[in-house]
């Protein structure tokens, strides 16, 4: 089993409001990831976290804050988003296995911001 | 800096023929590499990986790598028009930890029956 599930499937809110974004995995993988894609784009990478650790920041603004509860639950805090940052996002995990890690990617959630 | 690159298309082929999808790399750090299949709106699907020179199959599927060449591609046998979809190339290397996927920008593959 290769499921990653995220909710909600679509969200909207306003630029004041403050949401969460929910991931779950629970093939017992290691790493988990955050991932936006824009229309017509590859996915960019946003955080990593490794054994609930975090691990990777790719200079995301502070607006997006992600949580990680456990090993099997990812969360990404959203508040005082801008219409720009309307997007797919995309909840990935892996076993953190080196050179043969894979990540499998959960449904997404696709984000309006008004 | 570290790139992958794709033709965006589209590729069309039409149902039953081979589709060849190919990506060039620049890191020659990278050791694996990914084909996604995503679907317009959805999210992207694991096909195959392969981290070994030569070729990797997968029913109608087929990895090729060449490390020398620093090129990938996928072969896409009897083609059907579900097939029809964006596929990503990615790539990682001990640089990032293996941690960090490099995407390509995508190559439309359009199917006509």
């Known amino acids: 089993d290769t499921e990653v599930t995220q909710t909600p499937k679509h969200l909207v809110m306003g630029m004041t409001n403050k949401k969460s974004l929910k991931c779950e995995q629970h093939?017992?993988?290691?790493?988990m990831y955050w991932y936006k894609q824009k229309a017509k784009k590859p996915p960019e990478l946003m955080f990593v976290?490794?054994?609930?650790?975090?691990?990777i920041n790719e200079s995301v603004p502070s607006r997006f804050s992600p949580e990680c509860p456990n090993s099997s639950l990812l969360n990404l805090h959203l508040h005082a988003l801008q219409p720009e940052d309307s997007a797919l996002y995309l909840c990935a995990s892996s076993q953190w296995a080196g050179g043969t890690d894979t990540q499998y990617f959960g449904p997404g959630t696709r984000l309006t911001v008004l | 800096q570290k790139e992958v690159e794709q033709n965006s298309g589209p590729l069309s082929v039409p149902e039953g023929a081979i589709a060849s999808l190919n990506c060039t790399y620049s890191?020659?750090?990278?050791?694996?590499f990914f084909w996604y299949r995503q679907y317009s709106g959805k999210s992207p699907e694991l096909i195959m990986f392969i981290y070994s020179n030569g070729d990797k199959e997968d029913g109608r599927f087929t990895a090729q790598l060449n490390k020398a060449s620093q090129y990938v591609s996928l072969l896409i046998r009897d083609s059907q028009p579900s097939d029809s979809a964006t596929y990503l190339c990615?790539?990682?290397?001990?640089?990032?930890?293996?941690?960090?996927?490099?995407f390509g920008k995508g190559t439309m593959l359009l199917v006509s029956p």
């Open positions: 093939m017992g993988h290691r790493a």
């Open positions: 890191d020659r750090g990278s050791q694996s």
């Open positions: 976290y490794s054994y609930e650790k975090l691990s």
């Open positions: 990615a790539a990682v290397g001990p640089n990032s930890g293996y941690s960090t996927l490099t």
